[in-house]
């Protein structure tokens, strides 16, 4: 099953992302060239050398737009804006043009500049791990992808974009991009930004007389991994869902009043109603 590139694919942003999008393509028999565009020159001689991409780029310029008909975005979401004003000046309307980044809002705002050809799509896949070099060629089989179609988008565009996930095997959610930035500001920034500030918690409460990054258990490693993610990618998401992110960190500072209260005022019966009614509610998810 193919049907969603004829000629070539091109990846904007050769990390780790995109850099597993193309090896599962090629492990899944894909067999259209796979070319890369990256601003950072060692992410292209990576990814080549790798043999993640066939062939890759750092100038627009240099890339052969003839032969690409499908390109997906795989650079932080800060990024997203100045790359489509880049990329309007090579493609044209047949080129489906999607992305792979964690806020969807913006959207609107590539389909003004590129068209009702550009298609938006978030795959929840990932790690705290950030470049080409930690690729993997099985991040998506399975997972979810979720497509956030408005009413511009183009019938034609959104169908590639279905094909090109359903033949690496993900499953698809369709939901409107508000829908999406308000569930994932909440079930994905939310926690990522708290495990920036318990890691920060931990940078505070240490002095001359204690280092408390000595004493970290397993714990503490599981909770905060993902505050080892890239920067760069946590600001730009953090930005682009602001009024989400603050409305979901309101509601959890008050979770933490709560038990603030709890155990200050030492109600034991509530506090062990109240963290075995969490204890139950988190041991569903598995
Ligand atoms: P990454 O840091 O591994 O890779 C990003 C790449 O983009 C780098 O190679 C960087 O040099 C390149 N880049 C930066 N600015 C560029 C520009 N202007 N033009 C071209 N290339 C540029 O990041 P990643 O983890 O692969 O994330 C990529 C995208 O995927 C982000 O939009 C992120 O929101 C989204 N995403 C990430 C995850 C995850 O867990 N890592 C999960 C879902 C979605």
Redesign the pocket.
């Known amino acids: 099953m193919e049907g969603f590139i004829e000629n070539g694919l091109l990846i ?7 850099g597993s999008l193309s090896k599962e393509l090629k492990k899944k028999g894909f067999n259209k060239t796979i070319y890369g ?4 020159p060692t ?1 292209i001689e990576i990814g080549q050398n790798l043999g993640v991409i066939d062939k890759g780029f750092t100038e627009y310029e240099k890339v052969p737009w003839d032969e690409i008909d499908f390109v997906v975005l ?4 800060g ?1 997203f804006e ?2 489509a004003k880049l990329l309007k000046g090579f493609v044209n309307g047949k080129t489906t043009v999607s992305d ?3 806020t969807k809002r913006l959207v609107y705002k590539m389909e003004k500049i590129i068209g009702s050809n550009f298609v938006g799509a ?2 929840i ?3 705290e791990k ?3 070099i930690y690729s993997v060629d099985n991040l998506f089989e399975g997972k979810k992808v979720i497509i956030t179609p408005t009413v511009d988008t183009d019938k034609y565009h959104l169908q590639r974009v279905e094909n090109l996930w359903k033949f690496i095997g993900a499953k698809i959610e369709y939901m409107s991009p508000e829908l999406h930035d308000f569930i994932f500001g909440v079930v994905s920034h939310l926690p990522h930004a708290v495990a920036f500030a318990l890691v920060d918690t931990l940078r505070e409460l240490s002095d001359k007389k204690v280092n408390l990054f000595e004493y970290p258990g397993a714990g503490f490693k599981d909770f905060t991994r993902i505050a080892a993610s ?1 920067p ?2 946590w600001r730009d ?1 953090f930005f682009n869902n602001k009024d989400n992110l603050l409305k979901s960190l309101q509601v959890f500072k008050k979770s933490l009043e709560k038990l603030e209260e709890l155990i200050r005022e030492e109600k034991k019966e509530e506090l062990k109603e109240y963290l075995g009614e969490i204890s139950l509610l988190r041991r569903s998810l598995d």
């Open positions: 904007v942003g050769l990390g780790f992302m995109g565009l990256d601003i950072n992410a795989a650079s932080p979401v990024t100045t790359i792979l980044g964690s978030h795959p896949a990932g790690t950030s470049g080409v890239d760069t990618m998401i």
